[in-house]
């Protein structure tokens, strides 16, 4: 129950202060515990999200083939071609949540 209710959670809710409202509503003192331990990422919707991004820029985009190698853990943790790209995917999360 507490995975549909997340996932109805991040449907429904417009900004941080209602993410943060519907995270406390769970029981947890922050939205980074509702989304770490509930907000799984299906391989389906995880498809749509990368064609969104795709559809944004164009393929031989040095930042969206950055994002892709980091989602294909082929970047060298700690390397600045990963700090860059763990930057695009954080801009890239703030941007949908907002939706």
């Given at each position: ?5 997340a996932q109805l959670g991040d449907r ?65 943790l700690g390397a600045p071609e990963f ?17």
């Amino acid at each position: 129950m507490r995975h549909t209710l997340a996932q109805l959670g991040d449907r429904i809710c417009r900004n941080s202060e209602e993410r943060k409202a519907w995270s406390l509503n769970l029981g947890h003192s922050t939205e980074e515990i509702t989304w770490t331990y509930y907000g799984k990422v299906p391989d389906v919707r995880r498809s749509e999200i990368f064609g969104l991004l795709e559809n944004e820029h164009p393929a031989g985009s040095p930042e969206i083939e950055l994002v892709l190698a980091y989602h294909e853990h082929s970047l060298i943790l700690g390397a600045p071609e990963f700090k860059q790209a763990e930057k695009l995917v954080e801009q890239r999360r703030k941007v949908f949540r907002k939706k």
